[in-house]
């Protein structure tokens, strides 16, 4: 059974960091991401890493403040948010890509406060 379960997600005031965490199993995946769903806007992708971790990809406006990485002995994906703004509240979903096929996590909510 394949499964992504986020974790780390709570309320923070602006300036704050979070990490949130995403434990997979039941596949090898290759590629993984994260990504948010604000309340009336469409899910959009934060940041994506490679199978190796050696290449990573970030939204501009996460750039220079969130780093992503993965664990493959834990199978573990991280999302390490700093420097966190009010507009980074959202639902953040763990994605993870397996031949061809996405699966997601049920999400964790991020609040941060002004």
């Known amino acids: 059974q394949v499964q992504l379960v986020e974790s780390g997600g709570g309320l923070v005031q602006a300036g704050g960091s979070l990490r949130l965490s995403c434990a997979a199993s039941?596949?090898?995946?290759?590629?993984f991401g994260w990504f948010r769903q604000a309340p009336g806007k469409e899910r959009a992708l934060v940041a994506r890493i490679s199978p190796s971790g050696g290449s990573t990809y970030y939204a501009d406006s996460v750039k220079g403040r969130f780093t992503i990485s993965r664990d493959n002995v834990k199978n573990m994906v991280y999302l390490q948010m700093n420097s966190l703004k009010p507009e980074d509240t959202a639902v953040y979903y763990c994605?993870?890509?397996?031949?061809?096929?996405?699966?997601w996590g049920q999400g964790t909510q991020v609040t941060v406060s002004s």
């Open positions: 039941g596949r090898t995946f290759s590629n």
């Open positions: 994605n993870g890509r397996v031949g061809g096929l996405d699966y």
